[in-house]
């Protein structure tokens, strides 16, 4: 929590349960669908669980959740730590900066936080 900036976090842990392909065309812009099908298939889980996270931990700064849908936003490929919003930036997010942070083994993690300061 913070006084002076909106702050957004998620982490995700695997599950071989889960049908992350069912959901790729709600959370993934089409560029990182194709992205993450032309991994190894051992990549593409942690690929698509990183993208989730970082969307996740973006939107919930703004205060919108998902209602504009993950999709929208373009996060991978990702290159480093620093998130790097792709494509065309929503003015919400224009003053947020995101890292995915380290996790246990078979979990993805995301902060994100509002780069512009508010008064407590």
Not at 38 to 53: C, E, G, M, N, P
Request: one cysteine or more.
């Amino acid at each position: 929590m913070s006084p002076c900036r909106r702050v957004g976090v998620d982490i995700e842990q695997y599950s071989d349960k889960f049908d992350w392909r069912s959901i790729v065309a709600l959370t993934l812009d089409a560029s990182e669908a194709v992205w993450i099908e032309r991994l190894d298939v051992t990549q593409q889980v942690s690929a698509f669980y990183d993208a989730w996270v970082a969307k996740e931990a973006l939107v919930k700064t703004t205060g919108v959740g998902i209602t504009r849908g993950l999709q929208h936003l373009t996060v991978l490929p990702r290159d480093s730590m620093q998130v790097t919003l792709r494509n065309e930036i929503p003015d919400d997010m224009r003053e947020i900066a995101a890292r995915w942070i380290s996790a246990p083994e078979g979990y993805a993690a995301c902060v994100a936080w509002s780069t512009k300061t508010f008064a407590p």
